[in-house]
């Protein structure tokens, strides 16, 4: 016997009865996100582009002419340039990477942590986590990526099995959060695919919709008025999506793994007992 979820609305409530006290604080957590987003972004982008115009391109060209040693009728100076420009590109990647699963660390360890830390102390902790979070994304997105080419219907399958693994990966490695995920929503896929999708469609789909099309309502197309007020629209979304929408869904995600947990528990317990 499987004890039930609990229903859609009772878990809507409970999300939001989790996440209003703490809206200011989950957004200046998401603003502090973007501003060192952006900071480490520019310096790799600055150390991108010095690959050509500074001594440091040195560097660069240096790995790129290692590269294709074996290869000499090849190694000339627009060569080594490319390889060494795509050695660059490899690493900004790899950095992005990197703060991606810093900054996913740090949202769910201030989500699922009971009281209030400070936005330095949740950065803080959430250091040690990034080989974690790191490799997890790397494989979930490889194990999704390839199951979404063979027809579809496997990465969707995959998506909704893993979609605990960001909260597990908390206290487990990347491949043990992804076991952990996958073992708590096999035999409820749907009833727990189906809700977050729900929350995802209420949070951010329908919502962007709405604004898409708002203009349309008060303003004339094709004027400066119009593509000023879309302009403005999409601003104001993009602001309310990342600091607003985003936490709550990240926020009734953690509701639903708790609540799928308990009733786990339950039927756990219910088994013994009969």
């Known amino acids: 016997m499987t004890t039930q979820l609990s229903e859609i609305h009772t ?19 998401t603003l502090a996100n973007i501003v060192i987003e ?3 972004f520019t310096l790799c982008s600055l150390a991108l582009v010095a690959t050509l115009h500074t001594p440091a391109g040195n560097i660069s060209r240096w ?6 040693l074996s290869q000499q009728a090849i190694a000339t100076p627009v060569t080594t340039d490319f390889v060494g420009i795509g050695v660059g590109a490899f690493l900004f990647l790899v950095c992005a990477f990197v703060v991606s699963a810093w900054m996913s660390a740090a949202h769910w360890i ?15 902790r959430a250091l040690p986590l990034i080989p974690r979070y790191f490799g ?16 579809l219907i496997p990465g969707i399958l995959f998506a909704g099995f893993f979609a605990f693994a960001d909260i ?28 977050l999708m729900l929350a995802g469609l209420l949070a951010i789909v329908i919502p962007q919709i709405i604004l898409m099309f708002l203009p349309n309502a008060f303003i004339k197309p094709q004027s400066l008025a119009y593509s000023i007020g879309a302009i403005v629209i999409y601003v104001l979304y993009s602001v309310l999506r990342v600091c607003f929408l985003r936490p709550w869904y990240m926020v009734f ?8 947990a308990r009733s786990k528990s339950q039927s756990h317990n219910s088994t013994i007992a009969n």
């Open 11 to 29: 878990l809507f409530q409970k999300s939001w009865d989790d996440y209003r006290p703490r809206m200011s604080y989950y957004a200046l957590l």
């Open 38 to 40: 952006l900071v480490i």
């Open 63 to 68: 790995i790129g002419s290692k590269l294709i």
């Open 110 to 124: 201030a989500i699922t942590e009971p009281s209030v830390l400070k936005i330095t102390t949740v950065l803080r």
């Open 136 to 151: 997890l994304q790397i494989l979930r997105n490889l194990i999704v990526g390839i199951g979404t080419l063979f027809l």
């Open 168 to 195: 597990t990966a908390i206290k487990n490695s990347s491949i043990a959060s992804l076991k952990a995920s996958h073992a708590m929503v096999i035999g409820r896929w749907w009833a727990i695919a189906g809700r």
């Open 253 to 260: 995600k953690n509701v639903l793994y708790e609540d799928a």
